[in-house]
């Protein structure tokens, strides 16, 4: 199984009432369960480590969860609220205002022996969990026992209006990509966290340290990645008719995971072994179920059916 650990949440999506007013739709969302219903909608074995509510909201995301054939068994079900995130497009990127105080999410805590590492080939973790103390410090446990047999693979998909002390997060951000056998951010992540410094320099350094692959979005320019073996690749981004861009980075992330899963590359060592061509053609694939997500509001990546691909 992969599985997502992280965030649940409902996205309120801007759109359009009858009489062209601003509006707002309610859809599930949160970066992580997106990446388990994106790997479970492509076809691979994923489920979803978190807390959901069990209020209204709650039950929406895990009736949706399961309709995607995302697993539930090892989230956490308790009586605090949903998370709630209100977005609006900003020059073609999202912004979001997170309703977070004493939610599901928050109060989640790992476990300890709950999780069979053994049969979980990759765990995911990321996102707005991160910012808060006890949300890092729980990942962290739950990343010191998944390391032994399990991929690691991470994406701060930041935040930066839930973030108080930058500098503590910053630090934060550094730990986590250092115990990442997979890190991915978009160009907006990278600039948040590493200002002007050359996307190639940092992932030398994250190279250096251990991670097996760095991959960098840049929405219409295409992604590109390094790896210690197959060096830099680029791929394109294919031209779609943009509807809204939520959800896109986690449909590359879920679309790249299982290509990996796919293609038996998602163990270390394996994932350490891969070749340029099976490396680029993963990449690719992921660019083109973001590019998909992109064409139709909110957070919904595609199924295996709507994805025309020749492993």
Not at 28 to 37: P, Q, T, Y
């Amino acid at each position: 199984m992969l599985i997502a650990c992280g965030d649940a949440l409902i996205d309120f999506v801007p759109t359009r009432n009858a009489e062209g007013r601003e509006a707002v739709m309610p859809a599930v969302g949160g970066s992580c369960l997106n990446v388990a219903i994106g790997m479970a909608r492509l076809g691979a074995p994923a489920g979803f480590v978190g807390g959901i509510s069990t209020d209204l909201f709650g039950r929406m995301i895990a009736d949706h969860a399961v309709a995607s054939h995302v697993d539930l068994s090892l989230a956490t079900r308790s009586e605090h609220q949903t998370t709630l995130a209100f977005v609006r497009i900003v020059a073609g990127e999202s912004h979001y205002a997170f309703y977070d105080a004493e939610t599901a999410t928050r109060n989640w805590t790992y476990r300890r022996g709950t999780i069979p590492f053994a049969d979980i080939e990759a765990v995911h973790v990321g996102s707005t969990t991160l910012v808060n103390d006890q949300g890092a410090a729980e990942t962290k446990a739950l990343i010191a026992d998944a390391r032994v047999a399990s991929t690691i693979s991470f994406d701060p998909n930041c935040r930066p209006n839930l973030v108080k002390d930058k500098p503590s997060y910053l630090a934060r951000m550094a730990e986590f990509a250092a115990s990442a056998d997979l890190v991915k951010m978009s160009d907006v992540d990278f600039a948040y966290l590493h200002g002007d410094e050359p996307y190639q320099q940092r992932a030398r350094t994250l190279l250096g340290q251990g991670t097996s692959l760095v991959v960098i979005t840049r929405g219409n320019n295409g992604a590109v990645a390094w790896h210690a073996g197959a060096g830099q690749i680029e791929v394109q981004a294919p031209q779609v008719v943009v509807a809204d861009t939520i959800g896109a980075g986690d449909s590359f992330q879920a679309a790249l995971l299982f290509a990996l899963h796919k293609q038996g590359r998602i163990a270390r060592q394996a994932l350490k072994n891969i070749g340029a061509d099976e490396l680029r053609r993963a990449l690719s694939f992921a660019a083109k179920c973001a590019g998909l997500t992109c064409t139709r509001p909110g957070a919904d990546p595609p199924w295996s059916h709507e994805i025309h691909w020749s492993w």
